[in-house]
């Protein structure tokens, strides 16, 4: 009976490819239209099948980390890929609808993030040993989204184009431009404007690790009078610059505070300014976070629609000049990260556990599977006070970029982290 219940669910869900599970010892039973590569789960038991039924956008993932269940043909990536790319987006059981809809009408408490939990909120993140991140991201610690300008670019490469595709998009016409850098990770755009047209940039962050990293290389690159790294939140910032621009932070924001975020950038704004916006986001409608992602990854977090963002925007009195939309690049940098990752697995289960290691290798894929298959995308908001802050077409954003690549090869220390 049990068994016969638990197929239905399964045969919902995948229609198309190959999907074997077993429950115990039992021998398994296969759903899908059998095309592509078969892949083979085995639940330790029915508890652990059961668990991840009633509320799988929570406990699956805690199943994988726990060894509820197994892989026994396949990977996790191949698995969640061949989950999530099913057509419908139904919930797979009355309750899994049921926590679904319960976390979207809570989702503002969960996303209240007043200064004392944001700063908890980030350190439960970017906090982690600092090795960590060295060990799958770029030489420049770019922990965001690439900008692959060709399908076969490599990871640094297309964390390079995306600093210079931001930094055309910011109008740098002159050097000495004031720049505010808000969520500054680990440094790398700060410093990269510095270098490349001579902007004054100051970087704030809540992470302490970041901080440190962030002006150890702004030292070594004898840097310091030219950019200046804070621990502050972003709200408590005075000054008022030339341009502003914020990379990866805003999905930590929280919807309740859209409209202080993009109050006080307009105030931070000179009149002539330019600011770019690069988050998340989703092509949907709005809806709530992941409740795993909530509680192992990022606590306070959340992915808004542009019908969320725009709105608050408008009501600062911030004109929306341009709009970006970069859809499946995110899916390439996650897919790089998990295979640096995997590549240096028996270095991170040195730093953390077993358990820490597929808690993050099941992050990387279900994210990199949702920016393929589900509403996932990140988009670029260019905004200034005046309408001729920009020029009329998009031409000079090539432009520049092309001025940027001659002058990236006259730099002759290469970009990297401090001490390596």
């Known amino acids: ?31 899908g239209d059998g095309t592509g590569e078969t892949t083979r789960i ?20 805690e199943a994988f980390m726990n060894e509820g269940f197994v892989i026994e043909r396949g990977d996790i990536a191949g698995l969640l890929d061949l989950l999530l790319r099913q057509t419908g987006s139904a919930a797979p059981t009355p309750t899994a609808w049921f926590f679904d809809k319960s976390r979207y009408l809570f989702r503002r408490i969960e996303q ?57 998009k910011l109008l740098y016409n002159k050097p000495g431009l004031s720049t505010l850098d808000i969520g500054s990770g680990w440094g790398g755009l700060g410093l990269y404007l510095a270098e490349m047209v001579g902007a004054k940039v100051t970087g704030v962050t809540l ?21 200046e790294f ?32 993009f109050k006080k950038m307009a105030a931070l704004l000179k009149p002539d300014g330019v600011a770019v916006l690069h ?40 004109i929306v000049t341009d709009i970006e939309i970069l859809r499946l690049h995110y899916a390439e940098t996650l897919k790089a990260w998990r295979t640096r990752f995997l590549a240096h697995r028996e270095e991170v289960l ?21 920016f393929r298959h589900r509403h996932l995308m990140v988009f670029h908001i260019q905004m200034a006070h005046r309408h001729d802050a920009v020029p009329l077409t998009r031409g000079y954003i090539e432009d520049a970029e092309a001025r940027l690549r ?10 990297r982290l401090a001490g390596e």
């Open 279 to 318: 988050s998340i986001g989703r092509s949907d409608r709005p809806t709530n976070t992941s409740s795993w992602i909530a509680k192992y990854i990022f606590p306070g977090g959340y992915i808004p629609s542009l019908s969320e963002v725009i709105p608050a925007a408008e009501r600062s009195g911030l």
């Open 207 to 227: 992470s302490d690790e970041q901080y440190a990293v962030s002006c150890q290389r702004a030292t070594e690159k004898r840097l310091g009078a030219q950019v």
């Open 42 to 61: 085995r639940f330790k038991n029915r508890l652990a099948l059961s668990r991840s039924l009633i509320n799988p956008e929570l406990r699956f993932g």
């Open 230 to 261: 804070r621990l502050q939140d972003y709200r408590d910032v005075k000054d008022a610059f030339d341009r502003v621009v914020s990379v990866g932070m805003f999905e930590h924001v929280g919807v309740d505070h859209y409209n202080k975020f």
């Open 350 to 370: 040195a730093l953390y556990d077993e358990r820490f290691c597929k808690m993050w290798e099941f992050y990387l894929a279900a994210s990199e599977m949702a």
């Open 1 to 31: 009976m049990f068994e016969r219940i638990v197929r239905g669910i399964f045969s919902s869900i995948v229609k198309k490819g190959s999907l074997e599970i077993a429950i115990g010892y039992r021998p398994p039973f296969i759903v």
């Open 406 to 415: 001659i002058i990236e090869g006259r730099v002759k220390r290469p970009l």
């Open 112 to 168: 209240f993030n007043p200064r004392g939990r944001a700063r908890k909120n980030v350190h439960h993140h970017y906090d982690l040993d600092g090795r960590l991140y060295s060990l799958f991201l770029d030489a420049d610690k770019q922990y965001s989204c690439a900008y692959f300008e060709t399908p076969d670019q490599s990871l640094d490469d297309a964390q390079l184009a995306k600093k210079r595709h931001l930094a055309a």
